[in-house]
C-alpha cells in the first residue's frame, strides 16, 4: 500500500522584474504610463485574490513540473538536487503547507514535517508550552503529547531552559526541540529537510539514528539534504529532482550516481560556456555481441562488446578512457582503463569510436551497470565523465554454467581488448 502517491503535479509562481534600462533618458510621459500600468496591475490582482507582485514584469515560474511518483509504506526515501531544483517546494506540498497549481497528491496516513527552524512555534511561548502547541498542531492528543513529553525533553537536551521563551534560544536549541516533537509523536510519515544541518554534529548523528527507528517501526520518512553520506546510511531509495522535474527515482546508490553526474555535467558545461570552442566528450556507448549487434542481456562465458563514441578530439593531444563494471547495489566488479591495456588514442582529430571488449564473461546472474565512464588527457585531467551510462543482465546459464564461476566468479578470463575504429 502506498503512503503518498503524486500524480502530474505541477507549482508554478509569478516573479517580478524591473524593466531593463536601456536609455539614459526616459520621458516623464513613459514613467507616468508605467506607473499606471503597474498601479492597474496591482488593483486588478488585489480584486481576483491574486498575489501582488512587486515589479514592472510578470514572469511566470515552474518550481515543479509534471512530477508522478509513489513512496510505499515504511519506505525511506531521500530527496536531492541542487540548490533550486524543488526541493523544499515538493516537500511543502506534501505536507499540505501551500497547494499545487496542476495535479493532485494521495497521503495515506499523518505527517510530521519539520522543514524549517522553528515552524509551528510561537515566540512568546515557553519550550514547554511550544511541544504542546506544537503537538495540537500536527494532530495530537493532550494526553498523547503528555505520554511522550519527558522522552521529547531528554531527546532535545533542553530541561534547563525548559521554561524559557524560545525568542531566547538559538538556532542549534529550536532544531533540537523542534525535531524531538515531530519524531516522538509517532507520526506515519516523517518529512525532514535540511534543517538537521543547524545542529552540532552529535545530534545530527542522534537525529538520523531516530530515523533509523522510526523507519525500522515501519513508518515512511522523507529526507532532504545535501549530505550524501547521511542520505545512503539513512535511504533506500533516492529520487533526483533537476530544475523541477525528476530525473531519477530508483535505488539509492542509482540516484546519488545520477546526482553527481548531473553536478559534473552542469560544472563541465560552465567550464567552457562560450569559449567557442568544440569540447572533448563522451556522446554515446551501445552494448554489443560478438557479431556486432546491440544486446542486453548475455550469458556467461560470452563476448561482451562496449563501444564508446567520442567527440571533439584534436590531434595533438593523446587521450585514455576508463569504465567500471559494477553490480545493480554499487558493489564494484572490475574496472578498466584503456591505458592499463596499451591504448592511448591519439593523432585523432574530431569524432572517433573505441571498443572495449570483455571475452569470456565470468559474472553471476544479475544486472549491471557500466558506470564512471570518463575521458581523460595522459596528464590526468578528466574532461568528460558519465557517473551513471547503461546496464546490462547476466541470465542463469544453468548449474553446469554456474559451476565455472565456483573459482574464478568476479573476474574477466581474458584481459579485456581495446580498439580504436
Known sequence: MFAIKVENLSKSYLVGHNAAKRENYIALRDVIAQNAKSLARKTRDMLTGRPIIQGDEIEEFWA???????IKQGDRVGIIGRNGAGKSTLLKILSRITEPTTGRIQINGRVASLLEVGTGFHQELTGRENIFLNGAILGMSRKEIQRKFDEIVEFAEIEKFLDTPVKRYSSGMYVRLAFAVAAHLEPEILVVDEVLAVGDTQFQKKCLGKMDDVAKGGRTVIFVSHNMAAIKSLCDKGLVLSNGEISCYDSINIAVKRYEFLSETLEYAKKFKNKGKEVEQLVGIRLLNQNNEDQ???????????????????????????YIVQKIDGTNMYHCKSIDDDLIIKKVNGSAKVVSSLVDLRLYPGRYEIVDLWLATMHGTTLDLKVSTVSFEILDGGPMVKRVLQHNAALIHEIPSWKLI
Open 64 to 70: 515543479l513540473k509534471d512530477i508522478n511518483f509513489e
Open 296 to 322: 542486453g542481456e548475455f550469458q556467461i562465458g560470452d563476448e561482451l562488446k562496449i563501444e564508446i563514441s567520442l567527440n571533439g578530439l584534436h590531434q595533438d593531444k593523446e587521450y585514455q578512457i576508463s
